[in-house]
């Protein structure tokens, strides 16, 4: 059937004044009134559906309406008589936990029989059932969302309420308002994810770990996006740089101890912490690092020569030391006294118990502490010869339990006497000019117990001496220079073996040579020869933008672009018809990375190079330096404040330009501070070839009436004649050429 356009109009006409009568035809609501209805007009109703006990107690739901007033009011009935007529009375079908709270304070007279109550009531005739009524109060309510509650807590400490009184007013312990505080302090992002049913309250509690709002939210964006969001999952990604207080380090500082440095401390409010976490491991380190040491003092005042702290002391620490042999000490009368009681006991109850196949627990444990009580009077300490002492050392360190462990009595191979008496005769070629197993007790150690130094890996305590403590003693180089002029000298070897591969091939078979032939180790050469590239740890700034750095680099530039790299076969083809003095230089191009002439720290505990070894890699490389000629003025090398003349005390500089330049010269520096020495001495020695004896070719010799042995300087000959240039810039820039002229004949 066909509508035309007029009918619909009709159609939608009608239907609107449709609506407008159903409109009219709708009934308003109307609510039940509420009143005052005396406390005792009022009484149960069998019809409240509610007959487990949930929830808030009724004593508990007494006290809050005692202390804040009835918050919400009865739903009543008028109670009908037998006719239908009201009786004065009305019944509670919804409201009565509120009634027994009710009558609770009225039974405890805390509230009146007569007092009003606040009452809906509900017409007697009404169609609704007094059960409808209750079941809908109950089954209606909306339980408060978490969330809500946590930041309801916090408004109200906001606004001035202790955790006591909000425990008190809403019948939880303190520790429950707690934890409630502490998630709503989780970052808000994750609050609003919580909220909307993006995460458990159980994740939610592992992020209160942690107060970083930043780091939770970084935790939550990775545990988010990964297949495990477990709870403790969260919490070991919160907590893994920090560090728990069963930790040794935690155990050995004390946590007080950390707090009163200024350290935090994370706890976990939900489950068992033990004690929580150290959230400041930096902190940690340098409290446990300051009391070794202080440790170590104690134990100096003993007399050692050197004592070295360490938090761990690797396997083998003790490898190639001797150990002391001592004696225990005596116990003393009540030691004695306290140790034939404690052994009297013990014999006594063993006795007692003997042939019982069960021995009662708390015979058990004391049989165990008696144990523990004279074994630490039976462990003491071991009493040395005071000469042997004068030579030996100890060790400091931390337990895996955290209690200060300390090992006495280790004599090292250079502090033997024969060693002893070498060294002072000057007939150790290991501490020739080098500093490398010279006496640490040499002014860079601390020695503030009869010359006792403390070390940590390796390196004495305290540093370099200040200036005003240079006593014009000629001291040996510092370790750390050694190290980075033996780096210069190395990369020098490298190039210059890099350009002569006769030297290289020779270097190699004696290194191959040495390696099938020596059945001893052969470590301590200057050769890698696997090739393993050698890097340096110790270098100065300027190394890698040196002379022989910048050929090293273009001449592995040059051969990298020709070599077929990636593919062996086409390697293996190329180095085929490579000719013959191609090859070699590719073999000593490739060989100069393995030298390594770099002086290293002499690992005590037997890891590492040795003394000998680093003897016969430093006389080795002199043989290679000879070999190749090497010329470290050549390489590009000058004394700078930088690169030495800052870094040793004045001493060494008034003796780098006195080999250079003479007495004279020397003695115009002589009165100078340290800064304005080196500058000084800098401009004095530019151009001048001096090197310091680290940096000097061993076989190059000064002979009387010959040229001057290499790296004292081009004018160490005119000893005693200073030229208008030598002299200090500060005594010619403001006099006239001729009286400097005479200044400088002076």
Request: glycine share 8%; aromatic share 6%; proline share 4%.
């Amino acid at each position: 059937m066909r509508v035309t356009g007029s009918e619909i109009g009709r159609v939608a006409s009608g239907a609107r004044r449709g609506e407008n009568l159903m409109t009219k035809a709708v009934q308003k609501i109307t609510l039940s009134p509420s009143r005052d209805v005396p406390f005792d007009k009022l009484v149960l109703s069998q019809s409240n559906v509610r007959r487990i006990k949930a929830g808030v107690s009724v004593e508990e739901l007494a006290e809050d309406i005692a202390r804040r007033g009835l918050l919400q009011s009865l739903s009543v009935r008028p109670v009908l008589g037998d006719d239908g007529t009201e009786t004065g009375k009305f019944e509670i079908p919804a409201g009565g936990r509120r009634f027994q709270a009710l009558s609770l304070l009225v039974k405890h007279k805390r509230l009146a029989k007569t007092t009003p109550i606040p009452c809906i009531v509900r017409d007697g005739g009404s169609a609704i059932l007094a059960e409808d009524d209750s079941l809908a109060e109950n089954m209606q309510r909306v339980a408060l969302h978490p969330l809500d509650q946590f930041r309801a807590f916090a408004a109200l400490r906001d606004k001035g309420q202790s955790d006591a009184e909000i425990a008190a007013a809403f019948f939880v312990t303190p520790q429950i308002v707690k934890q409630r505080l502490k998630l709503a302090s989780v970052a808000p992002a994750l609050l609003e994810v919580y909220a909307e049913d993006g995460m458990t309250l159980e994740q939610l509690m592992a992020f209160t770990v942690n107060p970083d709002h930043a780091r939770q939210v970084q935790v939550w964006d990775v545990i988010n996006s990964s297949w495990n969001k477990e709870p403790f999952q969260i919490r070991r990604m919160l907590t893994e740089t920090s560090v728990r207080v069963s930790d040794r380090r935690a155990i050995f500082v004390g946590v007080d101890a950390y707090e009163a440095a200024g350290g935090t401390m994370l706890h976990d409010l939900f489950q068992g912490d033990d004690g929580g976490w150290l959230e400041d491991p930096a902190l940690l380190d340098r409290l446990v690092t300051d009391k070794l040491q202080a440790e170590a003092e104690t134990v100096a005042v003993e007399g050692w020569k050197w004592i070295e702290v360490a938090l761990d002391l690797p396997y083998g620490y003790s490898h190639g030391l001797r150990s002391l042999s001592g004696d225990p000490a005596p116990m003393t009368d009540e030691q004695c006294a306290t140790h034939a009681k404690l052994l009297a006991e013990y014999r006594a109850l063993e006795e007692e118990y003997a042939g019982q196949d069960d021995i009662p627990d708390e015979v058990d444990t004391r049989l165990g502490v008696l144990e523990t009580e004279m074994e630490k009077i039976e462990t003491r300490p071991l009493i040395f010869d005071a000469e042997e002492i004068g030579r030996a050392g100890a060790f400091v360190t931390l337990d895996r339990y955290g209690v200060l462990a300390v090992y006495r009595g280790y004599v090292r191979p250079e502090d033997e006497p024969v060693e002893e008496t070498a060294v002072q005769d000057g007939t150790d070629p290991a501490v020739a000019g080098q500093g490398a197993d010279r006496d640490l007790t040499d002014g860079h150690a601390s020695a503030a117990h009869g010359g006792t130094v403390i070390m940590s890996g390796g390196q004495p305590i305290g540093g370099d001496l200040p200036e005003d403590e240079d006593d014009g003693a000629l001291k040996p180089l510092p370790e750390r220079l050694v190290m980075e002029l033996t780096a210069h000298r190395t990369l020098a070897l490298r190039e210059a073996i890099g350009r002569s591969p006769d030297v290289a091939l020779t270097l190699l078979l004696l290194k191959l040579v040495t390696d099938t032939f020596r059945t001893s180790s052969a470590s301590g050469s200057c050769l890698e020869a696997s090739v393993r590239h050698v890097y340096m740890s110790a270098q100065a700034p300027n190394l890698k933008d040196s002379v022989v750095a910048k050929l090293v680099d273009e001449r592995h530039a040059e051969w990298e672009a020709d070599l077929p790299l990636g593919d062996d076969a086409a390697l293996w083809d190329y180095l085929t018809v490579l000719d013959q003095g191609s090859r070699l230089a590719l073999l000593a191009h490739c060989l100069s990375f393995g030298v390594n002439a770099l002086h290293e720290k002499v690992n005590p505990y037997g890891a590492g190079i040795s003394a000998g070894g680093l003897t016969r890699r430093m006389a080795h490389s002199d043989l290679v330096a000879q070999a190749v000629d090497l010329d470290m003025v050549e390489a590009g090398w000058e004394p700078t404040v930088d690169t030495y003349l800052n870094r040793v005390p004045k001493t060494r500089i008034l003796e780098a330009v006195r080999e250079a330049k003479g007495e004279g010269t020397a003695q115009l520096l002589d009165h100078l501070k340290k800064g304005e020495m080196a500058s000084e001495a800098e401009r004095l020695l530019k151009g001048s070839g001096w090197l310091p004896e680290v940096l000097r070719r061993n076989d190059l010799v000064a002979l009387h009436g010959e040229d001057c042995a290499e790296g004292l300087g081009a004018d160490a000959e005119v000893a005693d004649s200073v030229s208008e240039a030598d002299l200090p810039a500060f005594l010619t820039d403001d006099l006239p050429a001729e009286s400097a002229s005479m200044l400088a004949a002076e």
